[in-house]
């Protein structure tokens, strides 16, 4: 089992006919999983925390329920979650000293009810700390690799979570996503990544919770995963996600229109091979038959700034006490990155918040003429581009994500391109508010017609480049 | 914190710190400093467009055809 790359790459339904043809079982696969994650991270950094015990009790309990018929389609798939998000006896630090001991009593409720649908947790991944900072070798845990190729950093702040889906070391992860944080590494590592409608997934639990534009995530490596994984996180019954089966039609994407807002991205510095790998994507939509077309919506650019201006209050507001007392336990990037957050006024907060308002108005204006809305992922293909500080602090990286936190719109990153450092490129699809499952199915023909969600990273038995 | 520091003297900015109680290095103060700047310009930026997009009419704060002010 040790060198299946169809077991490593598998999806959720391959590995569910697996068990349930009784060639594989959940206590093995487990086994084999947590024993690859010990080859390959010490190079990559995805986990700060591997939950070995845990995850072979949840995996014998995968089994009883599967010999019972039990027809849940996470019953026994290996997932990672983001080390944000609470799980009862599994240490949780936000990658922070300050919480390098915090081993919580309770579940966040996505953890809840991915264990009540059979998953099981291998571990918890690594992120920038707090998901708020430029990565740093002095952090907690060192910063994340890419797996696609090790010698760049994997991009934040869900980069563990990317980087143990990319390379194999799980099936699925969670994350979770401000201005970016799942689609960015998940554009980055050939990843599909979801970032619901706003509130639609409960983030109960987990250091997000509160915020008005942060939200838990899901990163896979493909559509019909992320939608079983989706559909086991939203609370929301206005969004029926489905259980990732194939539906008559579903593929077809004749007529769907999607919009460009294109003089916004052509304000944005977009790499040149970032631009090509987005206009080879649009042409493949058309190819399907969809209609793109330009469009034009206003306030954009204030919109990542918003959100900007919006992350940095929230985040202040949670250290806020904390952080005077506890100076020098928080990295250096991530306490002046808190610290900022003091000179913003209350009038600041509400300016963005009303930005939000104002903006959200015109995207659902936009989202009327129009069924989706397509952009880049990341105007850049690396993590070290993406964290140049003039440009980080001003959120330039997260320019065709951010907005839609403000929003609160859902929006869904695919794999389009190679970049010629050999890190993956995605674009993004914006939808409608609790219109995931229409966003998931025009991902899914894009997807199908398309090669770059079945390459794989190539990595040889210690995690490097192969 | 109402000082704005796009305004303030050095002395100002580290009295600011010293009565927040971060215990900034001499290293992180002007670090700090210049972020907090550019923070301040960006907040502005966001008024500046709220004025333009006719978001905010002087001391009423947008017209009820606007509809509900929560996102």
């Known amino acids: ?466 | 914190m109402t000082m704005d520091p796009r305004t303030a003297t050095e002395a100002a900015f580290r009295d600011a710190l010293a009565r927040l109680g971060f215990p900034a290095s001499d290293d992180e103060q002007p670090e700090l400093w210049r972020m907090a700047t550019d923070l301040q310009e960006q907040a502005a930026e966001l008024r500046r467009f709220l004025e333009d997009a006719g978001a905010r009419a002087p001391f009423v704060g947008g017209s009820p055809a606007d509809g509900p002010r929560s996102t």
């Not at chain 1, 649908?117 to 740093?136: D, F, M, Q, R, Y």
């Not at chain 1, 919006?310 to 005077?324: K, N, Q, V």
């Open chain 1, 1 to 466: 089992m040790s060198d299946d790359a169809a077991l490593w790459f598998g999806s959720i339904a391959e590995l569910g006919a697996r068990y349930r043809a009784g060639e594989l079982s959940p206590v093995a696969v487990t086994g084999a999983f947590l024993e690859r994650v010990r080859r390959l991270d010490g190079r990559l950094h995805a986990f700060i925390t591997v939950a070995d015990a845990q995850a072979m009790v949840d995996a014998g309990t995968a089994e009883s329920r599967l010999r019972r018929g039990d027809p849940s389609p996470l019953l026994g798939i290996p997932l990672a979650v983001k080390d944000n998000i609470a799980t009862r006896g599994i240490r949780t630090t936000g990658n922070s000293r300050v919480l390098e001991d915090w081993i919580p009593d309770s579940d966040a409720v996505v953890v809840d009810r991915l264990r009540a649908a059979g998953a099981v947790i291998l571990g918890k991944t690594n992120l920038n700390e707090l998901g708020w900072s430029i990565p740093s070798d002095d952090d907690l845990c060192p910063p994340a690799r890419n797996p696609w190729n090790p010698e760049y950093a994997a991009i934040g702040s869900s980069s563990g979570s990317g980087a143990a889906v990319a390379a194999g070391m799980v099936v699925a992860a969670l994350g979770t996503d401000g201005g970016g944080s799942v689609r960015l590494p998940a554009g980055q590592m050939g990843l599909i990544g979801v970032k619901p409608t706003h509130g639609a997934v409960s983030s109960a639990g987990s250091l997000s919770a509160g915020s008005t534009i942060g939200d838990i995530g899901i990163l896979a490596r493909c559509v019909d995963d992320a939608r079983i994984v989706t559909g086991a996180l939203l609370a929301h019954e206005a969004s029926p996600i489905g259980d990732g089966a194939a539906r008559p039609g579903r593929d077809r994407i004749d007529g769907v229109r999607v919009g460009v807002p294109r003089r916004f991205i052509d304000q944005v510095p977009v790499e040149r091979e970032v631009a090509e790998a987005f206009e080879a994507a649009l042409t493949v939509l058309r190819r399907l038959g969809a209609v793109v077309t330009d469009v034009d919506p206003t306030g954009l650019a204030a919109a990542r700034t918003a959100n900007f201006v919006s992350l940095i209050a929230e985040h202040y507001a949670a250290h806020e006490t904390f952080l005077p007392r506890h100076w020098t336990r928080y990295g250096r990037s991530a306490r002046l990155y808190l610290a900022h957050g003091a000179f913003l006024s209350a009038a600041d907060y509400l300016a963005a918040r009303e930005t939000g308002r104002v903006v959200r108005a015109e995207i659902d204006r936009i989202l009327e003429e129009v069924e989706l809305i397509a952009t880049p992922v990341s105007p850049v293909v690396t993590a070290e581009a993406a964290r140049k500080p003039g440009a980080h602090r001003r959120g330039i990286n997260a320019s065709f994500t951010a907005p839609f936190n403000l929003t609160g719109h859902p929006g869904v990153s695919v794999p389009c391109g190679i970049g010629e450092t050999g890190l993956p490129i995605g674009f993004q699809l914006v939808g409608r508010y609790h219109a995931e499952a229409a966003v998931l199915d025009v991902a899914r023909a894009y997807e199908q017609t398309t090669e770059w969600h079945r390459l794989r990273p190539q990595l040889d038995a210690r995690g490097r480049r192969s």
